[in-house]
């Protein structure tokens, strides 16, 4: 897997400075280094960054807008105006809809909160709800709160109404502004100095404007859950909001958030990551799947017995959301065998069932596993609603402006985005998206491992890690810091515990684990150097501290592995079958370079023997394989790549394939018919045989009685997998790897075993009786022996 490793930032380091600044600040070397590759690089940014101060709060009267929108909130408090606050389903808005209720509310304004049904109304302002709210409210002022910005057409309606609005928002501005007070630090005149707050942000910016930092400090922690699930970038104010708002759960004040901290056993320090993951998709959950006032109602209620019972519901949603949007990626995965990912940058999925609460978990999943921009579209009303996220370096939202022309609505950030679109338009939308991303260099779409520093093993210490917590909080522009190793030499064994973990055991025996590794164990045993990717982490066991590392990614010199599990995991791909003529064409093997081309995407090159591997190695002139795997897909994405020996599994998606060229003939051409019945590639196999990977393999009636034998002794055997069996089959007698996978495969073939579900084991069928000429494979493996000569 020779996966190109990039280096965040990489700027010039100068290593005399780190040395005077790690002295000075007593900080170790390596950790100063990690900040000037972030971009913080003095005394000053480095103090700033890292030890928070609420007098680093940029002053909110520098934000456009801001000053007129104090003006008029005042005056209609001191009027005793009515406002309604509006917001959005998620927890942005959720949370911006709550500060400035609770603000509003402590200055005695009659207030009413509006929080827009995802399902029934959709993003923003829209005429029914306005119609609504006037209706039932009667209101004097609607003031928005992360939204509003796109609505100027609903505004304007509002506005005919005889209802003022006022605009508080943070999403990219458009050509077409509101004619309203508008507070958005995105506007182009704008003065402030930070442009990324997220809704509740700029609603916390308000109420400092309203009412000073006493007031401010109030909602610090409000501000901070939205940050944070809001993914905008985690530094300058926003850092500062997320340092100031979560320290400790002793320390928040709103009842409802330190329920549901409690309630999710967060009990001390609150980590960013304990916000991402337990409390912000509980929180978006209600909005998705049920009712995101109950969100609302848990942020702003001083009733614990409300608060115990909307946690159950939030809790509710949550489960059934994680079940949906199960469904609904599975769904998905299938719905993209039938699109182009071969020559489309992109992926862009629509249907008119799907659940829209959750299309931007699925979109944000899709986009991780392809790396490439992705769009999910739900119909709604007579149009559909699209959902889009992005990877690095491609603005998603500048990507909907070039399509803008064929969009209803659309509004976003560079990496997420939503939009409106009508039906015929999907087609062209989709040919517009791909148009787009042909201007982008090809490496932003390779396969790649980042990480931000390199480091070696007695560069790792317990301070070092100790500092890293100084980094918190985490995540956006922000994230866990990833440091680079290189070894030649590592000890590898499975964890006790758990075979599919692995441990690694460094030269000086510090401790990495790989969880769910089993099936990439071999990148790790792998002759030549090693470079692999780690996260550092305090280890505590039995009251004692060490530090150990998490693997997060490796790429290798070379690929190598044994040519006996090669050869025998050929032979075993021959069980595969299917039902159709198989259809095949044959190539010569000066042609193989050209027949690979150099598209990223959808050539798939497989061999079944160690001296193929090589062969192809000494003689591939081309430089777009990046992959190289054994036997199991390392990533989902359909990249061009050579396989060793594949377990054609639901990871190697032979959808996003046209190609797949085979540098050994396969035993049995019922493999071609089972890959021409799953998929519409194009078939190569070599005009001549390359290597007999059933060399040594008897089929003589002897051997096989011998191995059945060897079976039913030993059937108490349980394992993880097939491999697994076949080690613990070996230490207890005498057999060949080869030749278990020929006998194991013909016995399953004719009846005689089955393999049970599950744990691997074997199961024996009895009553049956066949003979060893009855079985269709057999017969293959005798056809592919005689190719070679009855000497092998």
Not at 100 to 109: I, K, N
Not at 328 to 355: Q, T, V
Not at 480 to 493: D, G, H, N, T, W
């Amino acid at each position: 897997m020779n996966l190109k490793l990039v280096k965040k930032n990489n700027v010039a380091i100068d290593e005399a400075e780190i040395a005077v600044l790690s002295r000075k600040l007593n900080l170790p070397a390596k950790f100063i280094e990690l900040l000037f590759n972030r971009g913080i690089s003095d005394e000053q940014a480095i103090n700033r960054f890292l030890f928070p101060d609420e007098k680093n709060f940029h002053d909110p009267f520098l934000m456009k807008g801001m000053r007129a929108a104090v003006e008029r909130l005042n005056a209609a408090i001191k009027n005793g105006e009515r406002i309604v606050v509006y917001g959005d389903y998620d927890v942005d808005g959720v949370c911006s809809s709550a500060i400035l209720s609770l603000y509003l509310a402590e200055r005695g304004v009659e207030v009413y909160t509006h929080i827009p049904s995802r399902i029934n109304e959709g993003y923003g302002l829209n005429n029914e709800s306005i119609e609504k709210i006037l209706e039932n409210c009667n209101p004097d002022i609607i003031l928005t709160c992360d939204c509003g910005i796109s609505g100027y057409k609903e505004i304007e309606y509002a506005q005919d109404l005889g209802v003022e609005v006022i605009v508080t928002d943070h999403h990219e501005v458009s050509e077409n502004i509101p004619d309203c007070i508008v507070v958005n630090p995105h506007q182009v005149d704008c003065d402030y100095p930070f442009e990324y707050l997220c809704g509740a942000g700029v609603a916390l910016k308000l109420v400092e404007a309203m009412g000073g930092m006493n007031e401010a400090r109030k909602y610090w922690e409000l501000a901070a859950v939205a940050t944070i699930a809001d993914l905008v970038p985690l530094v300058d104010e926003n850092r500062l909001i997320v340092q100031m708002g979560l320290t400790t759960v002793r320390k928040i004040k709103n009842l409802g958030l330190k329920s549901l901290l409690i309630n999710q056993k967060i009990t001390d320090t609150i980590q960013s990551s304990d916000i991402a993951f337990k409390i912000a998709p509980r929180l978006n959950a209600a909005g998705r799947m049920g009712d995101a006032y109950n969100a609302f109602e848990l942020l702003t209620t001083a009733d614990l017995t409300k608060i115990a019972s909307l946690i159950d519901n939030i809790n509710e949603d949550n489960n059934k959301r994680k079940s949906v949007c199960t469904k609904l990626y599975e769904e998905a995965i299938e719905d993209l065998k039938k699109e182009d990912i071969i020559d489309r940058r992109c992926i862009i999925l629509s249907h008119p069932e799907w659940e829209k609460g959750i299309t931007g978990i699925v979109a944000a999943r899709l986009s991780g596993e392809f790396n490439r921009p992705s769009f999910i579209l739900v119909k709604s009303g007579n149009a559909y609603k699209g959902t889009a996220r992005s990877i690095p370096n491609v603005n998603i939202y500048s990507l909907l402006s070039y399509a803008g022309d064929l969009l209803i609505e659309y509004g976003g950030h560079s990496q997420a985005a939503g939009f409106s679109i009508e039906s015929q338009n999907i087609e062209p939308f989709k040919e517009r998206v791909s148009e787009y991303l042909k201007q982008f260099p090809r490496e932003y779409f390779e396969p790649t491992l980042t990480y931000d520093v390199e480091i070696t093993e007695s560069e790792v210490s317990a301070k070092l890690i100790k500092c890293l917590d100084l980094l918190e909080p985490t995540g956006n522009s922000n994230t866990k810091p990833l440091f680079m190793m290189s070894e030649s030499k590592l000890r590898v064994q499975p964890c006790k515990s758990n075979i599919m973990h692995t441990q690694i055991t460094l030269p000086d025996n510090m401790q990495v684990f790989a969880f769910n590794n089993y099936n990439k164990n071999h990148f790790l045993t792998s002759e030549g150097q090693k470079s692999f990717v780690i996260e550092l982490q305090t280890n505590s066991f039995n009251g004692r501290e060490s530090v150990r590392g998490i693997l997060r990614g490796i790429s290798i010199e070379r690929l190598t592995f044994s040519g006996e599990v090669a050869a025998a995991a050929f032979i075993k791909m021959s069980a595969l079958s299917g039902n159709v003529q198989p259809k095949f064409t044959i190539y010569a093997e000066a042609a193989l370079n050209d027949l690979i081309g150099d598209n990223l995407y959808g050539t798939l090159i497989v061999c079944g023997s160690q001296k193929t591997y090589q062969k192809f190695l000494a003689d591939y002139n081309g430089s777009n394989i990046n992959l190289h795997d054994f036997m199991f897909s390392s990533v989902k994405n359909n990249y061009s790549r050579v396989i060793v020996s594949p377990e054609f599994d639901d990871n190697l998606n032979l959808h996003g394939y046209n190609k797949i060229i085979f540098l050994d003939m396969p035993i049995s051409m019922d493999v071609v018919s089972f890959i021409n019945e799953n998929c519409n590639a194009t078939v190569y196999l070599p005009s001549s045989e390359q290597y007999n990977v059933m060399e040594n393999v008897s089929l003589e009636r002897e051997v096989f009685a011998y191995y059945y034998d060897a079976f039913k002794r030993f059937r108490d055997i349980k394992a993880v997998t097939l491999w697994g069996y076949y080690k613990i089959l070996a230490s207890r007698i005498k057999v060949s790897l080869r030749q278990f996978i020929t006998c194991l495969l013909v016995f399953i073939d004719i009846g005689f075993i089955s393999i049970t579900s599950g744990e691997f084991s074997l199961k024996f069928n009895s009553g049956v009786k066949a003979d060893l000429k009855t079985s269709e494979l057999y017969k293959r493996f005798v056809e592919y022996k005689e190719r070679y000569g009855r000497g092998n």
